[in-house]
C-alpha cells in the first residue's frame, strides 16, 4: 500500500465523528437496556445486523429483512416491479457508498442500492449457489461471498467460484472481510488466511484454529475469537498500523463478539451477555473473555434469550444484540440510582465539611454520606420516624432537627438548641424543615408553623407578621428570607420588612413548589418558572411546558450550567443558553432532558417542601425523586449523538402506499386524502424525538405535533404541494436536512379548465334560451294585450264615444226649441257641459288604450295612432313624416322617445290652437332627431324653459331625455307655433351598438 493511501486513511479516521463507547465503569445491570421480542413487533432467530450511511439499522432474520428505527420493526418492503426473495437470511454487510449486501442461507446474494433491490445470478455455472455465510465487496467492486461450498467472485454478472485458483482448501469458508489496508481475509478450515491488495493467492497466517468469530479492536488490530478464546492475529501490513476506521464497525455485526470503541469485549454465550474491560487495550497474550468478565447479565429474567447470535455496535456507541426471541440493546443512561436500604420515600440533603453531600432518609431516618463515584455510606440510623430535618448554617456547619432538639455540629464541636416550648406531640417535635438565613434558623414544624431562633429566643410567625402555611423558604441575603405560598405570592421578609409579589397573568405559575436566591432569584411552581428582573417577574418559556414544572430544585455546576429538577426529570441548561433566556426570556429556552429513560427516579418530589437538587464539591449532582437518589456527572462532557436523520416511509393515498418518494409522486385524480407516514433515525433516544412539518399549500406554518409519526390530511383540492418534516432530539439537535417530497394532485375532468368553461357555456347557453323563451312569451301577451287594447278602443270608439255623441246632438237639437229663459234649458245646457266632458275623457282612455300600439317597437306607427286619435277630437290637422332609411331603436330608447313624442303632441293638440300639428323622425348616421312642430299661438319661454307650476309635463319630458344621453329642446318658432326638437346620439339610439359607445352617454 502507498504511504499516500496510508495517510488518506489515518486522516479520514480521524476527521470521522467521535461516539464514545459505553460507560465501562457502569455495570451492564445499570445500563439502559431495551428488550423488544415479538409481541413488541421485531422479528426473531436474527442472524445478522448492520448500519448504512442513511443511519437505518438493518436486521436479517430466518423471516426475512427488517429495518429498525429504534421506535418500530418494518418488513422491507420492495419497490413496485422488485421482489425480495423468501429467504432466511444469513449475512449482511454495509459498504461505504450507502449501498447493502444481502446474502442467504439457501444461497443467493442481493444488493439494496437507494431503495432498489437487485439480485445478482442465484447459479455458479450449472448449480445453485451454497448457503452464504458472509459477503463483502472490495474498492474496485468485486463482490465475494463466503458460502459453505467455498469462495465465490462475482465478475462482470457471473459468479465463478475462486477457492482452489486462489490458494483455498476445499470446502467451506467463512469469517470473510476486508481490512483498512484493503487486505481480505477469511477463514478457511482450521486456517486463518489472507490476500494481499493485488494478489492472486491467500497465504496462511495462522492455523489449527476453528475459527468461529474475527473481529477488529479500535487500534486496528485483528484478533481470532474460537468461542473459548481471543487471539491477536500477527500484522500482515507492511508500515505502521492504522486505527479502525468506522465503515468496518458499522459494516456488519458479529457473531460471537467484539470490541467496543473502548476497547472493552463484548461477549455472547456466555451464557447471557458480558463484557470484559480494557482487552483491546492489551498487548500480547490470548485472552478467555467469558472466562472472568467484569460485568455480566446472565439469568433468564435479565435477558431475551441466553444464547445470542449476533452483537453490534452502532454509530452512537450503543450496543444491540440480535437474539432467538428478539433484539436488545444497551445504550448509556446520564443518571445512575444511588442504592440505600430500601424504603426511603423522603430525602433532605446538606453537605459536610469536605464538600461531600449528605442525605436524611425518611421514614427510615439514615444519615447517609453520598460518595463521588456513586456509593453511599450509612453514617447514622435512628428511629424510623416521618419527621426530621437536615441543613447547614452559614458557618459550614451540619444542622440535625431530632425528635427533641436541634444539632449543630462543627468540627469536633456539638450544640444543641432547644425547641420552642409547648411544640411537643406525643413526647417528640415534628421539626420538618430547618433555614439558616446567616443571622437566625428557620424551623418547620408540621401543623404549629413558622418559627425564627435569633440570640437565643424563638419567636412564631405570628409575631414576626408573616401569613400562616409557608409552601417553600428559601435564605436571601444576610438576615432576609423568601417565603413561598401556595396561592404563588412570593414574601421577601428582610429584617421585618415584607415586600409582597402577588402573581399577575404573566408570571403566574401556580402554588410555589421552589425557591433560589443567587445571581437572580429563580421561583419554580407548579405551572412554570420564573426569573426576578427589574422588579418583576418574568416567566421562562420552552418549547415542552411541562419539562419546567414543579421544578423543586437547582444545582449549578462550576461552568455556570443550571440543572433543575421537575416533573419530566433533569432540565440541563448551559451557562450560555441561560444568560440568552435572561435577556430574551419571550423566546424558548434552549435545553436537555434527562428524564425516565436516562435513569431518573420518577419525578421531582415536592411533597417534601425543600431543595431536591444539590452538587457536591467534586461535581457530582444528585436529584431526589419521588422514587430514590440519582447521579449525574457534571464533569463528564458526553459526546452528542448524531443529528436525527429524519425519512419519509410511505405516502398513502386511495387504498394505494407509495414507496418512491424521492421524485414527485403524481396521485390519481379524485384524490382528497392522504396519509403520511415519517420517522426519524436517531437509536440513543427515539422516544425523546420531536417533530414538526409542514405541508406547503395547506399549512400556512410548522405544525407541532409533537412525538407523533403520522399525518392525515382531507378535503384536498387537485394541484401541487410540497410536504416537508424536520425532527429535533432531547438535546436540542435538528436535523441536517429536512425530509421532501412533491406530490401532486391529478384533476378528474370535473376539476378542469375546460370542464368549468363547458358549464360556463352551457349556463350561458341555458339562460340564453330561458330568456328567448320568456321574450316570445313576453311579447306574444304584449300582443295579445295590444290587440285586445285595439279592439277595446275601436269597440269604444264605434259604440259608445258616437252613442254619446248622437245623443248630444240630440239634447242640442232639443234645446234650441226651448226658450231663453226656459228653467229646463238651463239643466240642459249643465248636461250638455257634462257630456262633453264625458267625450274628452273617453278620447284620453282611448288615446291610452291605443298607446299600447309601441308594443312591437314601431315609433312611426305608434306615434300616427296617438296623432289619429287626437285629430278626431281636435280641429287640427295631424300628419307624420319620416326622413332616412328606419332603422331599429334600442328598446329603452325607443321607449323613452315614443313617451316624450306623445307627451308633445298632446300638448300641441291641447294647448297650441293650431290649425295643423306635425311629426319629424330624422335617421342620421350621427344622430337621431324627433321634432313635434305645430302653428299655433306659441308658448310662454318662461313655462318653455322651467314648467309650469302644478303641471309636470315638461317637466317629466326633460327628465325622460337626459336618461337616454339626448338633449331636448322647447321653443317658439319664427313663422308662428312651437317646435320640440329631440336630438339622440346614434350610439345611444341605435340597436346593436357597442356598449362601451353606450357607457359614454354617462360621462356626458
Known amino acids: 500500500m502507498s ?3 496510508i495517510l488518506l486513511l489515518l486522516v479520514l479516521a480521524c476527521i470521522a465523528p467521535r461516539a464514545w463507547a459505553l460507560d465501562s465503569k457502569v455495570a451492564l445491570s445499570d445500563y439502559h437496556h431495551d428488550i423488544w421480542t415479538g409481541k413488541d413487533g421485531a422479528p426473531g432467530e436474527i442472524a445478522a445486523m448492520a448500519q448504512t450511511a442513511d443511519g437505518w439499522l438493518w436486521i436479517g432474520s430466518s423471516t426475512g429483512l427488517y429495518r429498525f428505527d429504534g421506535f418500530r420493526f418494518q418488513r422491507f418492503e420492495a419497490l413496485p416491479g422488485e421482489a425480495m426473495p423468501a429467504k432466511p437470511i444469513t449475512a449482511l454487510k454495509a459498504l461505504r457508498n450507502g449501498d447493502l449486501l444481502i446474502g442467504y442461507i439457501f444461497g443467493g446474494v442481493s444488493r439494496l442500492s437507494k431503495g432498489h433491490l437487485t439480485h445478482y445470478p442465484s447459479h455458479v455455472g450449472p448449480d445453485l449457489i451454497p448457503g452464504v455465510i458472509n459477503v463483502i465487496a472490495d474498492d474496485d467492486g468485486v463482490v465475494w461471498a463466503a458460502t459453505n461450498g467455498g469462495l465465490l467472485q462475482l465478475k462482470q454478472g457471473a459468479w465463478r467460484n475462486v477457492g482452489a485458483a486462489m490458494g483455498l482448501p ?6 470473510i472481510l476486508i481490512d483498512q489496508y484493503r487486505q481480505i481475509w477469511l477463514a478457511a478450515g482450521e486456517q486463518l488466511m489472507v490476500l494481499a491488495h493485488g494478489g492472486q493467492r491467500f497465504r496462511s497466517v495462522l492455523s489449527g484454529y476453528d475459527t468461529t ?9 485483528l484478533w481470532l475469537d474460537s468461542h473459548d478464546r481471543l487471539t491477536p492475529v500477527p500484522a500482515q501490513q507492511p508500515g505502521e498500523q492504522l486505527p479502525r476506521p468506522e465503515w468496518m464497525a458499522l459494516g456488519e455485526g458479529q457473531e460471537d463478539g467484539l470490541f467496543d470503541r473502548d476497547g472493552n469485549y463484548w461477549a455472547l454465550n456466555c451464557p447471557g451477555v458480558c463484557r470484559t474491560d480494557g482487552v483491546g487495550r492489551q498487548h500480547g497474550g490470548v485472552f478467555t473473555p467469558t472466562g472472568k468478565p467484569d460485568s455480566r447479565l446472565d439469568q433468564p429474567w435479565q435477558v431475551s434469550n441466553l444464547t445470542g447470535n449476533v452483537v453490534f455496535e452502532d454509530r452512537d456507541g450503543s450496543i444491540w444484540i440480535g437474539t432467538q426471541a428478539g433484539v436488545e440493546r444497551f445504550r448509556q443512561n446520564r443518571l445512575f440510582p444511588v442504592k440505600l436500604s430500601g424504603g426511603e420515600r423522603f430525602f433532605t440533603f446538606a453537605h459536610d465539611e469536605a464538600g461531600r453531600v449528605l442525605v436524611l432518609a425518611r421514614p427510615t431516618n439514615e444519615l447517609w454520606r453520598l460518595n463521588a463515584d456513586g456509593s453511599a455510606r450509612l453514617l447514622e440510623r435512628g428511629v424510623e420516624t416521618e419527621y426530621g430535618a437536615l441543613a447547614n448554617s452559614a458557618d459550614g456547619g451540619l444542622l440535625r432537627a431530632g425528635p427533641h432538639d436541634i444539632e449543630r ?4 464541636t456539638v ?3 432547644a425547641y420552642p416550648p409547648g411544640l411537643e406531640e406525643h413526647g417528640v417535635v415534628n421539626a420538618v424543615r430547618m433555614v439558616d438565613d446567616g443571622k437566625a434558623l428557620w424551623l418547620s414544624v408540621t401543623r404549629r408553623g413558622l418559627f425564627r431562633w435569633q440570640g437565643g429566643k424563638w419567636m412564631s ?15 436571601g441575603a444576610p438576615g432576609a428570607m423568601w417565603f413561598g405560598y401556595n396561592d404563588g405570592t412570593l414574601l421577601y421578609y428582610d429584617q421585618g420588612r415584607i415586600t409582597r409579589y402577588a402573581p399577575h397573568e404573566e408570571g403566574d405559575i401556580g402554588a410555589i413548589t421552589f425557591v433560589h436566591s443567587g445571581p437572580e432569584v429563580v421561583v419554580g411552581g407548579n405551572a412554570g418558572v420564573v426569573v426576578l428582573q427589574g422588579g418583576q417577574f418574568r416567566r421562562l418559556n420552552a418549547q415542552d411546558p411541562d419539562v419546567l414544572s414543579r421544578v423543586s430544585g437547582m444545582a449549578i455546576s462550576a461552568n455556570g450550567d443550571r440543572w433543575f429538577n421537575g416533573s419530566k426529570g433533569v432540565v440541563h441548561v448551559r451557562a450560555v443558553d441561560w444568560r440568552i433566556a435572561l435577556e430574551h426570556p419571550e423566546l424558548p429556552i434552549n435545553y436537555a432532558l434527562y428524564g425516565a429513560l436516562d435513569g431518573y427516579p420518577g419525578f421531582a418530589s415536592i411533597t417534601n417542601h425543600v431543595p431536591s437538587a444539590v452538587a457536591d464539591a467534586e461535581g457530582q449532582l444528585w436529584f431526589a425523586g419521588t422514587n430514590g437518589i440519582a447521579r449525574l456527572d457534571s464533569t463528564r462532557a458526553y459526546p452528542l449523538p448524531h443529528p436525527p436523520q429524519v425519512k419519509i416511509e410511505t405516502l398513502v393515498a386511495q387504498g394505494k402506499r407509495y414507496l418512491e418518494l424521492d421524485k414527485p409522486v403524481l396521485l390519481a385524480p379524485g384524490t382528497t386524502s392522504l396519509r403520511i407516514e415519517y420517522t426519524a433515525l436517531s437509536y440513543t433516544m427515539p422516544e425523546g424525538l420531536r417533530f414538526r412539518y409542514q405541508l406547503e399549500g395547506v399549512d400556512a406554518e410548522w405544525q407541532d405535533p409533537g412525538t407523533r409519526r403520522a399525518v392525515s390530511y382531507t378535503n384536498l383540492e387537485p394541484g401541487d404541494y410540497r410536504f416537508r418534516v424536520a425532527a429535533v432530539n432531547q438535546f436540542g439537535q435538528w436535523n441536517d436536512r429536512e425530509a421532501v417530497v412533491a406530490l401532486r394532485i391529478l384533476p378528474t375532468f370535473r376539476q378542469t379548465p375546460l370542464f368549468y368553461l363547458l358549464c360556463t357555456a352551457l349556463l350561458a347557453g341555458v339562460v340564453y334560451l330561458l330568456y328567448r323563451m320568456w321574450l316570445n312569451q313576453a311579447t306574444l301577451r304584449l300582443a295579445t294585450r295590444t290587440a285586445e287594447r285595439e279592439r277595446i278602443a275601436r269597440a269604444l270608439h264605434d259604440s259608445f264615444l258616437q252613442s254619446v255623441h248622437g245623443l248630444t246632438l240630440s239634447f242640442q237639437s232639443a234645446l234650441t226649441g226651448l226658450p231663453a229663459d226656459s228653467p229646463a234649458r238651463g239643466k240642459i245646457e249643465r248636461v250638455l257641459r257634462m257630456a262633453d266632458k264625458v267625450m274628452e275623457e273617453g278620447r284620453d282612455e282611448l288615446q291610452d288604450l291605443r298607446s299600447g300600439a309601441m308594443g312591437d317597437g314601431d315609433l312611426a306607427r305608434g306615434l300616427m295612432l296617438v296623432g289619429e286619435v287626437l285629430e278626431e277630437s281636435h280641429r287640427a290637422v295631424f300628419s307624420l313624416r319620416t326622413q332616412g332609411k328606419p332603422r331599429p331603436l334600442d328598446e329603452q330608447v325607443a321607449c323613452e322617445v315614443y313617451s316624450i313624442a306623445r307627451e308633445a303632441l298632446i300638448n300641441a293638440f291641447r294647448h297650441a290652437d293650431a290649425a295643423s300639428v306635425q311629426v319629424e323622425l330624422a335617421y342620421g348616421e350621427a344622430q337621431f332627431t324627433v321634432q313635434v312642430l305645430d302653428d299655433g299661438k306659441g308658448i310662454d319661454p318662461q313655462i318653455a324653459h322651467h314648467g309650469s307650476s302644478g303641471r ?12 337616454i344621453g339626448s338633449q331636448a329642446t322647447l321653443e317658439n318658432r319664427a313663422s308662428g307655433g312651437t317646435c320640440m326638437r329631440l336630438v339622440v346620439p346614434a350610439a345611444c339610439a341605435y340597436a346593436g351598438q357597442a356598449r362601451w359607445k353606450r357607457w359614454l352617454r354617462g360621462f356626458r
Open 213 to 221: 468469530n474475527l473481529s477488529a479492536s479500535p487500534d486496528g488490530r
Open 461 to 475: 410567625q405570628a409575631e414576626l407578621g408573616l401569613p400562616a402555611v409557608v409552601a417553600f423558604a428559601a435564605p
Open 415 to 417: 450544640e444543641r438548641i
Open 3 to 5: 504511504r499516500r493511501i
Open 170 to 175: 476445499r470446502g467451506r469458508v467463512s469469517n
Open 952 to 963: 309636470w309635463g315638461l317637466t317629466g319630458l326633460f327628465e325622460r331625455a337626459s336618461r
Open 409 to 412: 455540629r462543627h468540627g469536633k
